[in-house]
């Protein structure tokens, strides 16, 4: 199985930061790896998909980077409902593993 | 609009059985991959398997060792995770998600999600 480690676990932040929040595999995925956001009690949204293609929908503030095992999410200047967890999950082989989520707060 | 409706809220007993269900609308049910994805309370998301429901291809999660059945039935755009024997362990959020036919299969929409409580 692939392993994927976010890092991360937890962010404190304000509105109007740059945040970067990283999700590395245990072998290389190529780009086959996607962000999700999740808030509380709700079902994940796609955020990224194959490592730097927005979702239709999503601020362009959003984006990602990364090849082979190393990942990054990248928010460019944060607003409040960016506030929530987020989860990376590679698409290169099954079992899809999500990393363990990245919590981020307001500071 | 895609959507995909779960079915309600479910509270059984160890050992009872369980069938939970996904209704797709909106795209051609059969061209999309259904995922199954586990959240246990306060934890991180769980890959638990899919299926393609043009062909009924299967991938399950090694680590469920055959604990749930995935299927889905054509005719009426659905999508099943059942199990045979229940345990408290299998109490979570239990969400059906859409797998697109490109690169990364990416999840691009999601259930709203079926609480499972199994308590004694």
């Known amino acids: 199985d692939i392993q994927m480690t976010q890092s991360p676990a937890s962010l404190s932040a304000s509105v109007g930061d740059r945040v970067t929040i990283t999700c590395r595999a245990s072998?290389?995925?190529?780009?086959?790896l996607n962000w999700y956001q999740q808030k509380p009690g709700k079902a994940p949204i796609l955020l990224i998909y194959a490592g730097s293609n927005l979702q239709s929908g999503v601020p362009s503030r959003f984006s990602g980077s990364g090849s082979g095992t190393d990942f990054t999410l990248t928010i460019s200047s944060l607003q409040p409902e960016d506030f929530a967890t987020y989860y990376c999950?590679?698409?290169?082989?099954?079992?899809?593993?999500f990393g363990q989520g990245t919590k981020l707060e307001i500071k | 609009e895609v959507q995909l409706v779960q079915s309600g809220a479910e509270v059984k007993k160890p050992g009872e059985s369980l069938k939970i269900s996904c209704e797709g609308s909106g795209y051609i049910f059969s061209n999309y991959w259904i995922a199954w994805v586990r959240q246990m309370p306060g934890k991180d998301l769980e890959w638990l398997g899919m299926i393609y429901p043009g062909d009924s291809s299967l991938r399950y999660s090694p680590s469920l060792q055959g604990q749930v059945t995935i299927s889905a039935d054509k005719s009426t755009n659905t999508a099943y995770l059942r199990w045979s024997n229940l345990e408290a362990s299998d109490t979570a959020i239990y969400y059906c998600a859409r797998g697109v036919l490109v690169p990364a299969t990416p999840f691009d929409y999601w259930g709203q999600g079926t609480l499972v409580t199994v308590s004694s």
């Open positions: 999950q590679q698409g290169y082989h099954t079992p899809y593993r």
């Open positions: 072998q290389s995925i190529n780009s086959y």
